[in-house]
C-alpha cells in the first residue's frame, strides 16, 4: 500500500475515534472508553507552564478511561467539542466558554494509544483561536 492511500485511512480512523472519544466522556462511559483504548494506553497530562510544567502520566485501559470518563465528563459549565489540535483531529474543552484544555490522541493498530491533555489557560488562548469544522 502507498503512503498517499494509506494517510486518509489514518486520519478517518483517528477522526472517527475522537469522535467517539467524545462521546463516551460526556456519557462518563467508561466500559465504552475502554474498548476504544489500547490496554497499555498512556494519558499524559501536562498541567502547568515554564518553570511550573507539571506533568503526569495515567497508564493503562482502566485507569485512563476513569479519569477520562471523570475529567472530560458532562457538567454543568463544561463542554468537550471536535477541533483540531496540532493539525490533527483532536477536543477542546471549555469552562464557561473560556478553553481550558486541549486533548489530542495517537493510535496504534486502530485503538487509541496515548492521549495528550495540554491545561493552560495563558497556552490555549493562542492555540486554540480556530473557525468552527
Known sequence: ??????????????????????????ARDARRLRRLLDPEVAVVVDAGEGDRA???VVRGAEDAALLLAYGLGDRSGREVVERPVNGRP?????RDGQPAATIAVDVTAG???????RLGATVLRRGNAVLPV
Open 1 to 26: 500500500m502507498s503512503m498517499t492511500a494509506w494517510l486518509p485511512s489514518v486520519l478517518t480512523r483517528r477522526r472517527q475515534l475522537v469522535g467517539e472519544l467524545r462521546v463516551a466522556t460526556a
Open 54 to 56: 507539571k506533568v503526569r
Open 90 to 94: 483532536g477536543l477542546l474543552l471549555r
Open 111 to 117: 485503538m487509541i494509544s496515548v492521549v495528550w491533555v
